[in-house]
């Protein structure tokens, strides 16, 4: 390759210090520069806008994806960064230039048959009082939608200091979300029963004066941490078949209310969404388990034997 893109990729190295796996990349972008402007005939410090432009064309026309074509974007604006500010390029071809957007993955929800058996898994845990503090986080978590902050900032009463908290008369917690808004969800009686199935445990892990209404075994606040790893491992227990993480309980909790009631008004009420567009994508999800629905069910879509 070019002398010049090896020492910009020298310079990433040992000034930037790059992980290997990005200066790997860069150079296989790099590589790819060198080659295009090769083969247009284009010296690689006189290339234009125009001349960049029809070089991502050929990466698309090669297959790459578009966080890959992001990444060769990313090395080649570098570069030229790099030699703008030795004075070797008075301009920059490929600022401004984008990589494609890629299609946005829909949120991954559990079904309703395996999310409510993660709910009503009964861990077998030497200490009871964990096993009942996961059951309430997990019926929290996919009963009311909570996000892992607005759940793990619960306290047990509210205060002048609460980020949030619980009303077992009410039935209901208030959370403090996003953009610092604070909302109310329903707790429902099965997250009700857990949670004061809970209450009745904490006494023996809270420290004094603690106010968080879950607890770890050092009796402070849970972290974000500790909430990851035993929701993965009672799902695993469960019988789950896929990595259970927080946010897919909340995503089960909205595709699966949505395809039980359609109203996305509600839904993004209670998920405490600020725009509608953002709850839409649940509709996405809805579409996807009507056309399961429809391939099973309906003679005029199934193959015939």
Excluded at 293 to 301: E, G, I, K, L, N
Aim: hydrophobic share 45%; net charge positive; aromatic share 6%.
């Amino acid at each position: 390759m070019d002398a010049a893109p090896e020492a910009f990729l020298e310079h990433l190295r040992v000034e930037r210090r790059l992980a290997a796996r990005t200066i790997a990349m860069y150079r296989e972008a790099l590589v790819r520069l060198v080659r295009f402007a090769g083969d247009d005939g284009v010296a690689l410090r006189s290339a234009q806008a125009h001349h960049v432009r029809g070089w991502v064309a050929r990466l698309r026309g090669l297959g790459l994806a578009p966080r890959s074509i992001a990444i060769a974007l990313a090395a080649w604006r570098g570069l030229y960064r790099w030699w703008g500010r030795h004075g070797l390029v008075a301009v920059n071809p490929v600022d401004g230039l984008r990589a494609p957007k890629g299609a946005k993955p829909l949120p991954k929800a559990l079904s309703v048959e395996q999310a409510v058996r993660l709910a009503e898994h009964e861990a077998d845990d030497a200490h009871p009082a964990l096993a009942a503090r996961d059951h309430a986080i997990v019926e929290l978590l996919y009963g009311s939608g909570l996000r892992v902050a607005e759940l793990i900032g619960l306290d047990l009463v509210a205060g002048p200091a609460a980020r949030g908290w619980i009303d077992l008369a009410d039935a209901s917690a208030t959370v403090l979300g996003k953009g610092s808004k604070r909302r109310s969800v329903p707790l429902g009686s099965k997250a009700l029963e857990a949670l004061r199935h809970w209450i009745a445990q904490r006494v023996q892990w809270a420290a004094p004066g603690e106010p968080a209404l879950f607890v770890s075994r050092r009796g402070t606040r849970l972290s974000p941490g500790q909430l990851r790893q035993r929701l993965a491992r009672g799902a695993l227990a469960a019988g789950v078949p896929t990595h259970v993480h927080p946010h897919m309980l909340r995503h089960s909790f909205a595709s699966h209310l949505l395809q039980s009631s359609g109203d996305l008004r509600a839904v993004q009420e209670l998920l405490g969404h600020a725009s509608i567009s953002t709850t839409q994508v649940y509709t996405k999800l809805d579409f996807q388990h009507l056309a399961k629905v429809y391939d099973a069910a309906h003679p005029r879509a199934r193959k015939r034997g």
